[in-house]
Each structure stands twice: as structure tokens, then as C-alpha cells.
């Protein structure tokens, strides 16, 4: 078994070793009542696992039993190579749901915890292998497997952080009852000091994570009271695509919270999110557009929006081909409008045609938001003058006739307010 382990670390061996009938004994040898003869023709049988045609033959031969059993031998050593073994077999996800049904899971699950580094990176990396599929994932947790994982969250191995956050990841986007559990089980704080990991991978992984977690509403509040702003915020200005549109995602989820509107924006959260408003990435900007509408509903940030130079880019988006963009974008501004000052610079900035244009869009929610904006610009005297010149009555008395309520109800509001201007009443009741 020795001489073979050594024959087998060579490519062209793997095939000639099994070709030449070597794989029924190294299976009967894993069960071998001595020690090492066992951990040998377990080295073996690793290497010969690598091979995919190897894979299919290994589970032919009845190898997964003795396999899981060797993870619970005495040995780490043979731990290891079984833990390495298995890994390598459950690239194949067909292969890797016969291993979870022959009970890999919970010796693979008790691993985590050993003393052993190699033991534990291996046991990670084969539970990480598992993971993607969904009927794995809920076994997992079922067995156990989260408070073993968020404890390697903590570990200063960062091949065991990148094992850990890439299964507490695929864990998290299963379902929201794993997300809250990610938090019960004291994940958010080791996760939050990883995004400044300076391994790209651990901290990609965990700012995903985050960002999974972040769809929870009560996540939401304590991701940003353990004190997530500034990691997250920085990574806005990170040059990793997956790190900046995870970072963004996890912010625009958390500005649904009212009192983290206020905490996005005292922490430096505006400059860089009005920033990403002209991303390539459709992605980020879309999560953007979002976080600042969002943003936009606390009356102290509208002033900031515009201040900081927020305006101009919403207005740009408005001529997106993405309706979600323009929806977007037109209830940012509408926000900005309950400000008297916004009301004058959103005109100034050229906002007036695209919101008017957009009262003809075929998406009522758009429309309502268009409505809603024009509304807020209508309450300066000046821009009632204005809006009536470009064109905006005849499209708003169309939009009564609208059977939303919420398109009936902005236009109404809109129109009322225009006609405290006694020329544009006329042209209200004859447009």
C-alpha cells in the first residue's frame, strides 16, 4: 500500500494503478485492522480520487464506508487523507449526495473542532464541496455544522477562513431562517472584522455574506450597531467589482432602516454611493440608486444629496433604458423636492423634461413617481411657471383618468398644486 501511495502522486499512475485491477484491494486495505496500513492505502486512494473516472470506480467499489470511517480514526494523520479523500470525491455532486446519505456529515461536522489544522482544512474543504447543493445545506445545519464554522471564522489559518466564510456564504443564500441563524450563532462580528481581510478571497466571502444576511430587517440594525459602516463603506472605493457591488447591495439593504439612514451618511456613506450613480457595472448602480433613494426620505440628507453633487446623476438616470433605474432615480428626486432649495436646483440641473417625459411611460410606477416628483417641484412659485411651459398639464390630467390610485393620486396633487397659478388654471380646466 506504502509503495503505491508513492506511485499514485504521479498523473499518469492514477489511471494504470486502477487499469490494472489496484483499486478493489486499496478499498479492502482501508478497513485493514493495522493502523498504517490503513493510512497508507487511504494516502492512496486519495491521489487516485483526483481522477473523475477514478471517482465513479471508487464508488463501484463500495469506498465511501471505509472512508467515513477513517475519520474517526485515532490518527490524524489518517483523518487528513480520509477528510482529502472524500473532498476529492465530492466535486461530483451525484457522488457527494451518496456520501451525505452515508452519514459523512457529522464525523466531516466534528472535525472542525479538531486540534489539528491540516484535519480541519481538509474537513472545511470537503464540506464546502457539499454545500452547493440545497438538499446538503439544510443536512448541515440540521447536524450541527454552524457554531463549528463561525468558531474558524475566528481562526488565524486563512486557508480555514476561506473554507469557513465560503460555506457560511452558501449557507446564508439557502434561506432566511439560516441568515438569522449566521447572527445567532455570534457570526456578524468575526464577519465584519474579515472585510479587512487582506486575503481577497476571505474577504469577498464574507462581504457577500453580509450582504446575504442583510435581506433580514432585524440584520439590518445590527450589522450597522457592531459597527459595519466604515469596512463597508471603504470597500465602495475597492477596485474588485464582487467586493464593491456586495458592499453596495449590503448598504442599500441596511438604508431601509430610518435610523441608519442617519448612519450611512454621518459615517462618509454619500460621496462614494453618489459616485457609483455612474458605474459601468449596471449592477452597482443600480443598488446605488437605490440606497440613495432610500437615503433621500430623511429631509437632512436631501439637502446633503444635493450638496454633494447627488442631483445631476439622478437626473442622468432618468433617461436609463431600465425602467427599475428610472423608477429609481425619479423617487430619489421626488424625496430631494420636498426640499425648497432641491426644488429650484433640480430645474436649474435640467431635471424638469426627463420627469415630464417620463409621465408617458408605460410603467404606472414610474409614472407615480413622476407625478409625485412634479408635485413636490410645483410648490415654487417660479418652477409652476416652468413646469406648465414644458409641457407637463396635458400628460398629468391624462394620468387622472389613470386606474392606479397612486398614478390618480400624485397627478391630482400635482395639478392642484400648478393651479394655485391663475394662468396655469385655465390651462388645467382647458389644457
Not at 472545511?124 to 454545500?131: F, I, Q
Not at 413646469?387 to 400624485?410: M, R, T, W, Y
Amino acid at each position: 500500500a506504502g509503495c503505491l501511495y508513492s506511485l499514485s502522486v504521479l498523473a499518469e499512475n492514477k489511471l494504470n494503478i486502477v487499469q490494472e485491477g489496484g483499486l478493489a484491494p486499496l478499498v479492502g486495505l482501508l478497513a485493514s485492522p493495522n493502523p498504517e496500513v490503513a493510512k497508507q492505502a487511504c494516502g492512496c486512494v486519495r491521489n487516485l480520487a483526483v481522477s473523475p473516472v477514478n471517482k465513479e470506480k471508487l464508488l463501484h467499489e463500495n469506498g465511501l464506508p471505509p472512508l467515513i470511517n477513517l475519520l474517526e480514526s485515532d490518527d490524524p494523520k489518517t483523518q487528513e487523507l480520509a477528510a482529502s479523500a472524500l473532498r476529492n470525491l465530492a466535486v461530483n455532486d451525484a457522488i457527494g449526495l451518496r456520501m451525505v446519505d452515508a452519514g459523512a456529515l457529522i464525523p466531516l461536522i466534528d472535525l472542525l473542532t479538531s486540534q489539528d489544522k491540516k484535519v480541519v482544512e481538509q474537513s472545511a474543504m470537503c464540506l464546502r464541496n457539499l454545500s452547493p447543493l440545497q438538499s446538503n445545506c439544510e443536512r448541515m445545519v440540521e447536524e450541527g455544522i454552524m457554531g463549528p464554522l463561525v468558531s474558524l471564522l475566528r481562526s488565524r489559518d486563512e486557508k480555514i477562513q476561506e473554507q469557513a466564510t465560503a460555506i457560511v456564504n452558501t449557507l446564508s443564500m439557502a434561506n432566511a431562517e439560516n441568515k438569522a441563524l449566521v447572527v445567532e450563532e455570534g457570526g456578524l462580528t468575526p464577519l465584519i472584522n474579515l472585510l479587512r481581510s487582506t486575503n481577497k478571497r476571505v474577504q469577498e466571502e464574507s462581504c457577500i455574506t453580509l450582504r446575504n444576511i442583510s435581506a433580514n430587517t432585524d440584520n439590518q440594525v445590527k450589522i450597522v450597531q457592531r459597527g459595519a459602516l466604515p469596512a463597508l463603506i471603504g470597500l465602495l472605493h475597492s477596485s474588485n467589482a464582487k467586493l464593491q457591488e456586495a458592499a453596495t447591495i449590503t448598504l442599500r439593504n441596511c438604508s431601509m432602516n430610518s435610523e441608519n439612514e442617519v448612519r450611512i451618511v454621518q459615517e462618509g456613506g454619500l460621496p462614494p454611493l453618489i459616485a457609483l450613480l455612474r458605474s459601468a457595472d449596471s449592477k452597482i448602480q443600480a443598488s446605488a440608486v437605490i440606497a440613495i433613494r432610500n437615503l433621500s426620505s430623511n429631509s437632512t440628507n436631501q439637502v446633503k444629496i444635493s450638496q454633494e453633487g447627488g442631483i445631476p446623476p439622478l437626473i442622468g438616470l432618468l433617461r436609463s433604458f431600465d425602467p427599475k433605474m428610472q423608477e429609481q432615480a425619479c423617487a430619489a428626486l421626488r424625496y430631494c423636492a420636498e426640499n425648497a432649495d432641491n426644488q429650484v436646483n433640480i430645474v436649474q440641473d435640467g431635471g424638469l423634461p426627463p420627469i415630464i417625459g417620463l409621465l408617458r411611460s408605460g410603467d404606472h410606477k414610474i409614472q407615480a413617481q413622476a407625478a409625485g416628483a412634479i408635485r413636490n417641484l410645483a410648490l415654487n412659485v417660479e418652477n409652476k411657471v416652468r413646469i406648465a411651459q414644458e409641457g407637463a398639464i396635458q400628460p398629468l390630467v391624462s394620468l387622472l383618468c389613470f386606474s392606479n390610485d397612486d398614478v390618480d393620486e400624485q397627478a391630482a396633487g400635482a395639478l392642484w398644486n400648478l393651479s394655485m397659478n391663475s394662468d396655469n388654471r385655465i390651462r388645467v380646466v382647458q389644457p
